[in-house]
């Protein structure tokens, strides 16, 4: 991973207080990571820092969408995605990013790299199982779902007649004889 200059916030210069930045992001910030599942994106990031005199208080938002294929069908589809996640940066004696809501940074330090965090929170956002919505409601014709529907199981006629199985009926006495 290529280190993102426009992801550093340099703390140092900033006030006590709120300050806001924002990021729209595209498939070229995934590729400097070598992550290549989506086939497109459009995100926006708002972050707000907190600065306090002891630490930091970040908290990311995203919202926007990544072209992904159906794992199902394979037809791309734009998949919408929101996430944020909290993030606390306190100083001590070496950099240590152990804890996945606490980062402890040098005392020496000036400013802060958060494309990282960013790019965990988007993938983290983006469900495990991609189904495209025409699966879902029906309206998705493919060569792939009719091949799926040929060999789905075919249900079988239950006997509504009265006929049961003898071994099942000696269990089913189990059952009553309380």
């Known amino acids: 991973m290529k280190q993102l200059k426009e992801f550093d916030i340099p703390f140092v210069g900033l006030k006590l207080g709120k300050h806001q930045f924002a990021y729209q992001l595209d498939k070229s910030f995934f590729e400097a990571f070598n992550y290549d599942e989506f086939a497109a994106a459009s995100l926006q990031v708002d972050v707000v820092l907190e600065k306090k005199n002891n630490m930091l208080e970040l908290s990311f938002s995203t919202e926007g969408s990544v072209n992904v294929p159906c794992d199902l069908t394979d037809e791309p589809f734009d998949l919408p995605v929101e996430g944020d996640l909290h993030l606390v940066v306190k100083f001590g004696e070496e950099y240590n990013d152990e804890n996945e809501e606490m980062l402890i940074i040098p005392h ?3 400013q802060i790299n958060i494309a990282q965090y960013v790019y965990e929170m988007i993938v983290l956002a983006v469900p495990a199982k991609r189904v495209h919505p025409g699966v879902e409601d029906g309206s998705l014709s493919s060569d792939v779902l009719e091949r ?16 049961t199985d003898p071994r099942w009926d ?3 006495k189990l059952l009553t004889d309380k």
């Open 148 to 163: 799926l529907e040929e060999f789905q199981p075919k249900e079988e006629n239950n006997n509504n007649d009265g006929d």
């Open 170 to 172: 000696t269990l089913k």
């Open 108 to 110: 020496g330090e000036h």
